[in-house]
């Protein structure tokens, strides 16, 4: 298998798995996601959907400028991720006020939805293990899988 071949399936399998468990801590762990998770999960998505582009056209230069967009798209999920577990940890303040999306209605039913929405703040870790946050948990898995793609994918060069 190619270095490049080898780059290909890591950007599909890196976050995937970083999806997997998130998801997976959202709806089987019942941990409800803040804004910022959210925002560290639309760099995922797009370096899925990137990543599964790069076998779908040739190999160069289109299916290199994919696994490039999904490797960046991984590093952003990454660098989201150290704002968002510096936030939690109190390093600096946050740009959000952690709202949750009404979809609309009458006022009864605006109001029924704001009520059974949980508070989810951006600051407030609800899981940790050995004091880190599933924010600080994508920071690390995000830019250390990011850099060893890279690292992968160059020594083929």
Request: glycine share 12%.
């Given at each position: 298998m190619t270095s490049f071949a080898k780059a290909r399936l890591a950007t599909l399998i890196l976050p995937t798995?970083?999806?997997?468990g998130a998801l997976g801590s959202q709806y089987i762990g019942h941990l409800f996601p803040c804004e910022m998770c959210h925002w560290q999960r639309w760099p995922h998505y797009a370096a899925i959907v990137l990543a599964l582009l790069a076998f779908l056209v040739p190999e160069k230069p289109l299916g290199r400028i994919c696994v490039a967009l999904a490797i960046a798209a991984i590093?952003?999920?990454?660098?989201i991720g150290v704002f968002h577990a510096g936030v939690e940890y109190h390093w600096w303040k946050g740009i959000t006020r952690c709202a949750a999306t009404v979809?609309?209605?009458?006022?009864?039913d605006i109001l029924a939805q704001i009520m059974a929405t949980p508070m989810i703040q951006?600051?407030?870790?609800?899981?940790?293990?050995?004091?880190?946050?599933?924010?600080g948990f994508n920071a690390f898995f995000s830019i250390l899988g990011g850099?060893?793609?890279?690292?992968?994918?160059?020594?083929?060069?």
């Open positions: 798995a970083l999806m997997a590093l952003t999920s990454g660098a979809t609309g209605g009458s006022q009864t951006c600051d407030q870790p609800q899981w940790t293990l050995f004091g880190i946050s599933l924010a850099l060893t793609i890279i690292n992968l994918w160059r020594k083929g060069a």
